[in-house]
Nanobody, 120 residues
Framework: QVQLVESGGGLVQPGGSLRLSCAAS????????MGWYRQAPGKQRELVATAHSSGTTTYADSAKGRFTISRDNAKNTLYLQMISLKPEDTAIYYC??????????????WGQGTQVTVSS
């Protein structure tokens, strides 16, 4: 019933920019926290950023000053604007959301991921 679909990944040179999007579809009553994880080959999954319904945002130290998380609540869409990209940002980026579908309870949902590759 509910899906999260990421888009916007791709190949970019060091110093470049990308904007990731995550659209939540389906009949949704409420959305709490949304955010982004990333996982690079051979590395632990890392929480990149979160955006709470209250407006509070958090960032990993590696993302501070370069990434900006935002959400369009009217469109149930989450964004991650990434600038000054580095090769170490290369990973699959997964969005997540804690939300409540219509006529049911709260649960956690994950997108299938979008690949970001930073390489010269």
């Amino acid at each position: 019933q509910v899906q999260l679909v990421e888009s916007g990944g791709g190949l970019v040179q060091p110093g470049g920019s990308l904007r990731l999007s995550c659209a939540a579809s389906g009949t949704i009553a409420s959305i709490g926290v949304m955010g982004w994880y990333r996982q690079a080959p051979g590395k632990q999954r890392e929480l990149v950023a979160t955006a709470h319904s209250s407006g509070t945002t958090t960032y990993a130290d590696s993302a501070k000053g370069r990434f900006t998380i935002s959400r369009d609540n009217a469109k149930n869409t989450l964004y991650l604007q990434m600038i000054s990209l580095k090769p170490e940002d290369t990973a699959i980026y997964y969005c997540f959301a804690n939300l409540r579908p219509t006529n049911t309870g709260w649960n956690n949902y994950w997108g299938q991921g979008t690949q970001v590759t930073v390489s010269s």
